[in-house]
């Protein structure tokens, strides 16, 4: 028995537990987060925020352990308490992904995301289940996934103000590495975005989509050229390429469209509409290079089947 084990305050238990948890002793961590959770049974919602830390942290024992199911209860009981925090999430999705349940990992990797962009840790999950996923599904991996939840703007990382009161008290940390912004970024990118770069990126990506809704295209180029500066995204290439093919600039639509490629080389989209811009530039052969490509993931897209139609009359 230990001094702590004596008093028996629900947060010198934790406390107790953290040490435990911090030398390897993973049952006696998570026999003393357990005995904390007994004594704020009785606490009900005024505890909430104290029984979701010790859900998680009793959480990350049962990960070290193993024991992925009891890891993916406690941490759905941790999210219960309090909704979208991100070490229950990147915990449950390391049991996910141990369990080899990938939508269920992608999922929570992703809402981990919405929460906070700079997560490192989250985007290398991303990664894997995507290609985990599209070896289980094939091309049309993302049709099985489930919802992915919003995450309200009350829950996301607000990056400028450090919480006060972050001493530590909430170890164990969260699982793989620390996903540090900064440390070992994906490969192949010379440059790291930074997490307010990201999200203004995001925000003007945003203010673009706005902007073509309304039809004025380009104004939205203007933002989508702002956004990647910030940010080389995907779907914000997509995007301006669109703009680009109803402003007639169809060289510039081209371009966007093979940089969207770059970064994702599956992408239906960005296929699509640069078989349109070639179509434009009467490069038929381009063209139906692309739109063949595109059939191949997907051999029932209409859209796609009567561009070719087009095509080989043209």
């Known amino acids: 028995g230990s001094v702590a084990a004596m008093a028996a305050s629900p947060s010198a238990l934790r406390r107790a ?7 390897g002793q993973y049952g006696p961590a998570a026999a003393l987060y357990t005995r904390a959770l007994a004594l704020l049974e ?35 009981s941790a999210l219960a308490l309090v909704p979208f925090g991100i070490k229950p999430l990147l915990r449950r999705a390391a049991a996910y992904e141990a ?8 999922v929570d990797y992703k809402t981990v995301l919405q929460v906070d962009c700079s997560i490192q840790a989250a985007h290398d999950g991303v990664n894997r289940m995507t290609k985990a996923l599209l070896e289980k599904d094939g091309v049309n991996w993302r049709q099985q996934l489930p919802p ?33 912004p900064g440390e070992s970024m994906p490969q192949g990118r010379a440059w790291s975005p930074t997490a307010a770069g990201t999200k203004r990126a995001r925000t003007l990506k945003e203010e673009g989509n706005e902007l073509v809704k309304k039809g004025n295209h380009k104004k939205a180029v203007e933002k989508y050229s702002e956004s990647l500066k910030l940010n080389q995204e995907c779907a914000t290439y997509t995007n301006r390429a669109l703009c680009y ?26 296929l699509y509409r ?6 434009e530039l009467k490069d038929y052969k381009s063209s139906i290079a692309d739109i063949k490509s595109l059939l191949k993931m997907e051999p029932k897209n209409t859209a796609a089947q009567r ?8």
């Open 99 to 106: 369990l080899e349940r990938y939508s269920l990992a992608y």
């Open 148 to 180: 992915i939840p919003t995450v309200p703007v009350s829950a996301q990382t607000r990056w400028s103000v450090p919480s006060a009161g972050s001493s530590g008290a909430n170890t164990p940390s969260a699982t793989a590495p620390r996903g540090e």
């Open 42 to 76: 009785s606490a009900g919602a005024a505890a909430a925020e104290e029984r979701s830390v010790l859900l998680a942290n009793r959480a990350a024992c049962h990960l070290k352990d193993g024991a992925c199911s009891l890891c993916v209860a406690d941490c759905s």
């Open 245 to 270: 093919l109803t402003l007639k600039q169809y060289k510039e639509a081209v371009q966007d469209c093979t940089e969207a490629l770059r970064l994702d080389p599956k992408n239906v989209k960005a």
């Open 307 to 314: 561009l070719l139609q087009e095509l080989n009359r043209a």
């Open 17 to 23: 537990g953290n040490e435990e948890f911090r030398r």
């Open 274 to 279: 640069r078989a349109q811009a070639f179509k």
